[in-house]
Structures are given as C-alpha cells and as structure tokens.
C-alpha cells in the first residue's frame, strides 16, 4: 500500500509500506494492505511504518489519517522532535 505523511509545511514521508501502525484518538491501530476505507484522528504519538526491509516511526503532534483504496495519507499537525 502507499503511505503518504505530510504536515502544512513538509512533506515527511512518501512510498509503499506494508504495514504502519497509528495513535488513534480512541487507541492505537493498525493498516494493512486492502484495508476497508477508515478516516480517524490521530493524538500525540508515534505512527510507526514498514517497507519490506526496515521499520521506521515518526512522532507527530496529532492530525488525521485517511485510509482509501491501498492509499494511506496522514495529515500531520506537526512533527515533534523526540530531542526536546
């Protein structure tokens, strides 16, 4: 499935995945390939994503995530940098 991650001002990630998992609002969540459509928000969190080789996360502020049709995009509020 394609997994697209942006915020206002970025493009954060872009490609295919075979699985990412999401801070839902109401609890975390999981999206594999030909999941049913699905619109949430998404909390403080760590959205988590693998390609067929490496795992990789990205702690974001918050947003909404759309699932339709193998294409994932995720409306990011902003990402928060795990240093501060």
């Known amino acids: 499935m ?20 999401f801070p839902g609002s109401d609890g975390s969540f999981q999206v594999l390939n ?3 459509p699905l619109l949430s928000t998404l909390k403080k969190g760590t959205i988590v994503y693998k390609d067929k080789k490496n795992e990789y996360d990205v702690t974001i502020d918050g947003g909404v995530v759309e699932v339709l049709n193998n294409k994932v995009i ?10 501060d």
């Open 74 to 83: 995720v409306l990011a509020e902003a990402i928060v940098d795990e240093e």
């Open 34 to 36: 030909n999941h049913a």
């Open 2 to 21: 394609y997994l697209e991650i942006v915020t206002p001002d970025q493009k954060v990630f872009e490609g295919e995945v075979v699985s990412a998992i």
